[in-house]
Structure formats: C-alpha cells, structure tokens
C-alpha cells in the first residue's frame, strides 16, 4: 500500500496540469470558478489531473478561447497581464493536444435507432414505389442535439406502435391493389400454376421483400418464422392475396424494418471491444446519413461481396449518391435542422410594420436557402461559400424583395449579389429568423452565428436580468438601448462579442430589406470582434468571419454533420473524427465531398464499441 501510494504522488508530481497549470488556475480563476456555486457552473477546482482534463474537452476548448479573446477575466473583474495570459493559454494548450488519437480505437456506439417520420416515409417509397407519406400523422419526433435522427431520443410510444401496424395494412392493401408496384414488390412469377411452383416462388418473393426491408440477408430463423406464417395462413384456408397481404404486414411492423439494428457481438475472438461495421450495416448508415433512406440495388449489391469495407469504393459510392435525386434529404432534414430553416414558413412579422411579407414571401425565402445549400453539394462547392458567397438563388417575388432588378416568373435562377449580401447570413430566410415579429433582434443574430456557424454558444442567460423590453430605462436608438442593458457586468461578457455580431447586419431589417435608417435613427454597423477586429457593415463582419474563423466554421460544420451521420451526440474521443475532417478540408479547398469523405470513412461512422 505504501509503494502504491508512493507511486501515486510520484504520478501526480510530473503531471503537467497538477505542476503548471493548476497553480495558476487557483491565482487567477478560483475565485470566480470553484465550489458549488462557480459562476456559470464552471468550477476549475473539480478537475485534479491531465486524466480529467480530456473527458472535457468541449469545456476546456471553450476556455482556452475566452481567455484568448480576453473575454475572461470579464473586464469588470480584472485585466490579466501577457504573462500569465499565455501560460494559462499554453498549459490548457497543452493538455488538449495529450490526446492520443493514435491509442486504441474509440468509435462510440449508437443505440438502437428507430425511423423517424422523414426515414420512414422515404424507406416505404423506395421499398415498395408507394409515396403515402403515412409518418406524416405519426406523433412528432423528439430532437436531440439539434436533429430528430438521434437513437437515444426516438422512443416508441404505444400510439406510435399503433401507427405503424395500422401503416403496415394499410400499405399492403395499396401494394395489392396495384398491379405494377404488386409486380416491383413481388417480381418473381412461377414457372407454371402448379402448387409447388407457386410456393416456391411466393416464398422467393417474400424472402426478397423481407431482406431489402431488413437491409439485410435474412437469417434461417426469420425465414423460418415467415414461410410458418405463410403457412398457417394457407391452411386456414386463406387466398393468395390474404396470405400476400398478412406476410407483408407482419414484415412493415417487425423491428427489424421500424429500427436500425447493429448487432453488438464481436467479429473475430481477437476484437473484443470493437468491431468494424458489415457492409450492409455500413450500406445502411451511408443511404440513412446522405438519403434518409435504405440502400438501393447498388448499394446492396456492393454490400453482397462485401466491398464496402473498402474506403476508396465507400467514398465513391458516397459521392455518386450526392449527385441522386434523392439528396435532397440532406438538403431538407441536415439544412432544414441545421440552419433552422424548418422554422421559416411559421414566422409571423407584423403585418403592419411589414406589409410586404406573405407566406409566398416566406417560402420563396426557404427555398433560396435551400437552392443554395443544395448548389453546394451538387457542384462541390468550397464550403466556406456559406460565409461568403458572392451570389444566391431567387426567383421574381424574392429579386422584388432585394431589389434586384431582371428576375421574371417562380423560378429560382442563380444571380451576382451587390455588395452588402454576402453568403447565407444574409439570406432573408436567417435574418427574419433570427428577428422579433415587430423589430430585429441584434442578440439572436448574434446568438445563432455563434451557435450555428462557430459554435460558441453563449451561456444561458442569468435567471435574474429582464429581457430588453423589461430593463427599465430603454430611451434612444436599439444600439443604445443594448448598451443599457448590458451595463450588468454579468451579461457584459457574452453580449460583447453577440451584439457586435448582430449590429454588424442591422442594416437588414426584420424581413431582410437592407435600410440605412431605424424610424429616425441612422443605423451604425459598426463593431469589434475578440482580437481587436474592427469591421464596418455586413460585408467586412462577414469577410473576418470567412478569414479569421473559418477553422472555427469549419470544425462546426464538421460537428453538426457528424452528429447528423451518426444519430448520436459526440462525446471526447470524436475529437480525433473531428480533427481529421477539419484536416481534409483544409487539404481540399474546403470542397463538401472532402467533409463527407472524411465522415464516412472515420472510424465513428464505420465501426462500433461493443457492451462489455
């Protein structure tokens, strides 16, 4: 026990952050950030050694930023001198880059993951050529870190269940009643009306089914399970259709078509904790991730002879699928959760300040979002052209709006931006999203680049202080009526950087019309972003945001996209998946197949940790 406990305090002498960085936690941070009640809940006494360090990197990232951008210490505590300033910057530093991405595999695992609405209704279209749309009068599902794909949060509530066996007899009944998706279901016809060909080609036909609905071979147990269905059917005396009708049905309501199975049982005795994906289970994370559906035949054929184990054909297969049709899921169900576009056709403006918004207004302002994002995947456009892209897509009604002159009809056509509008957070679809009905909202401009675009997020805001319209004196310009409110140092030091984001497109007003003046009040753009960055306008806030932070912009959108992929929150050790699809963008002009790319071929995406 001694030696034990000497080896212990010897381990804890030569570690770094019990040596060098810790000390100056306790002079400069304590006071502020220790105990039960740390300010913000961060308190650094908790963390003893480097071990604890890199279970929390998303904290320390964070840190280590602030105390860059000299926003911590707050100004109202006290100025922290260079010296200090960059031990603590270095030793945190330091810490972050002890993480060993080259140690033993660490690719996380994804619970039991249900079809959400969007999944389901694609699968049924794909599986059976039936575009019903039945997940549409199915309960909403629940959002997890941004998206509604997430395994841990899509539960099964016994309504659900109820929907999905009233959705399965329904869709056999409409597969009966068509003749041409009957035949695209059951394409095997027997060679003559004798019994014995009839059965052997039914149960080929539901073998067929059964495993593009499984997406996956079926194994002799499930086989043996459904011909016994089949069986008991027919002599009961059922008919043909009857028997067809209630093995489909049983096949729509089985698990293995409503969730996505992986199976936690080792592939080898010598890979205990981790296992690589099969290829019809990494077919399935691939069409879910880029289709929101199931594979199709190329996909199930590459998954047969096993060759999509192979990184080169995996990242093949991923861009021939972006150029589909059927990306347009990306489109809908990453952007439209991503930027929130989902949102945009239930804002409501007022009326009376804005009489030129309408709903036709509001989805025209969707889809420009969507062209765009969309141009992007299919032209493999440099990502950082959601930041600064100098043209967008409208049609005549949304050319109207921005004052562009030469748009005619309903259609989107691309078009050269004058100077002012520059990517998409100037497109009208983010600017009224991130407005009041009645005004403009610089702190939620500010608050969703810093949330969606850098990922910075703010802090919550202190239970105690009252929303601007409650703050008591609120006379003059809205800058001035800001700056009044953030006079509480405890709101200071997250509204410094999300004001001055915000005012920098208050040119913009809450529909998106570029102004010079506010009612009376003469508009100023202007402000200062951590690092001394001063900027004037849209035009250079977002050229520093495309300069200075696109590594920043870059790692979120590595981020949301991962998260997106997996259906999975990330934890510490994605950090190395995220380092390296940064990398491969960097390496490739910022292209968006480099980023899928660097998805599907992660270790995260294509292999899984096993239950102890």
């Known amino acids: 026990m001694l030696l034990l406990l000497a080896g212990n305090a010897i381990a804890a002498e030569n570690n770094h952050f019990t040596k060098e960085l810790k000390p100056l936690l306790k002079q400069y941070c304590y006071e502020c950030h220790s105990g039960d009640d740390a300010e913000s809940g961060v308190a650094f006494d908790r963390f003893t050694d480097s071990a604890e360090v890199q279970t929390d990197f998303e904290l320390w990232e964070k840190v280590v930023r602030l105390v860059k951008e000299r926003q911590m210490p707050p100004a109202d505590a006290f100025e922290l001198e260079t010296q200090p300033l960059q031990k603590i910057v270095s030793g945190i530093e330091y810490e972050l880059s002890q993480f060993d991405c080259s140690s033993e595999s660490r690719p996380g695992r994804v619970t039991i993951r249900r079809l959400n609405k969007a999944e ?27 998206f509604d794909n997430i395994a841990d949060v899509l539960s099964l509530p016994p309504i659900l269940l109820e929907k999905y066996l009233g959705a399965a007899e329904t869709i056999s009944l409409a597969i009966l009643e068509d003749e041409v998706i009957r035949k695209k279901v059951f394409p095997i016809t027997p060679a003559s009306d004798s019994i014995e060909e009839k059965i052997s080609s039914a149960t080929e036909n539901v073998k067929l089914f059964a495993s593009r609905a499984f997406r996956r071979p079926l194994t002799d ?29 049983a096949i729509l309501s089985n698990p293995r078509f409503i969730f996505r199975i992986e199976e936690d049982k080792p592939t080898s005795d010598d890979l205990e904790k981790v296992r690589k994906l099969n290829s019809y289970e990494i077919a399935t994370r691939l069409s879910y991730f880029l289709w929101s559906s199931m594979p199709d035949e190329r996909l199930f054929e590459l998954a047969e002879k096993n060759q999509l184990q192979d990184p080169v054909i995996l990242v093949a297969e991923a861009k021939r699928m972006l150029q589909d049709p059927k990306a347009q899921a990306i489109v809908d169900n990453f952007a439209g959760q991503w930027l929130q576009l989902r949102d945009v056709e239930r804002l409501s403006p007022n009326p009376e300040q804005f009489p030129s918004y309408s709903p036709l207004l509001g989805q025209a302002m969707r889809k420009e979002t969507e062209e765009f994002f969309s141009h992007i995947v299919k032209e493999d456009r440099s990502v950082l052209e959601f930041l ?78 009252p929303d601007l319209e409650e703050g008591g004196e609120t006379l003059g310009s809205l800058r001035e009526q800001m700056e009044q409110h953030r006079a509480n140092p405890s709101c200071a030091v997250c509204h410094r950087t999300m004001d001055a984001i915000g005012f920098g497109l208050e040119n913009f007003d809450a ?30 806030l977002i050229t520093i945001l495309a300069d200075e932070k696109r590594d920043a912009f870059a790692r979120c959108l590595s981020e949301k996209l991962l998260i997106y992929a997996l259906g999975r929150g990330l934890v510490s050790y994605d950090r190395c998946a995220i ?10 002009d910022y292209r968006f197949s480099a980023l899928i790319a660097a998805i599907v071929t992660s270790e995260p995406f294509t292999m899984r940790e096993l239950v102890e």
């Open 120 to 146: 389901y209704d694609n699968t049924i279209r794909d599986l059976t050529g039936l575009d019903l749309n039945l997940g549409q009068s199915f309960p909403s599902d629940d959002v997890g870190n941004g």
């Open 221 to 249: 147990s499930e086989q043996q399970k459904l011909f016994q269905l089949m069986s008991n059917a027919w002599q009961q005396g059922a008919s043909e259709a009857e028997i067809s009708q209630t093995v489909i049905t």
């Open 388 to 465: 600064n892209a100098d043209y967008t897509f409208v049609n005549e009604l949304l050319a109207n709006h921005y004052g562009i002159k030469g748009v005619v009809g309903d259609g989107f056509q691309r078009v050269k931006l004058r100077s002012q509008r520059r990517g998409i957070l100037t497109h009208a679809s983010i600017l009224t999203l991130t407005s009041n009905p009645t005004r403009t909202s610089p702190v939620k401009r500010g608050k969703w680049i810093l949330e969606n675009i850098l990922d910075e997020p703010p802090p919550p805001a202190p239970a105690d202080v």
């Open 511 to 540: 529909i998106g019309v570029w102004r010079e003046k506010d009612g009376d009040d003469t508009i100023d753009p202007s402000g200062e972003l951590p690092g001394n960055k001063a900027f004037r306008g849209a035009s250079q």
């Open 579 to 588: 380092n390296d699809a940064v990398s491969a963008l960097e390496q490739n």
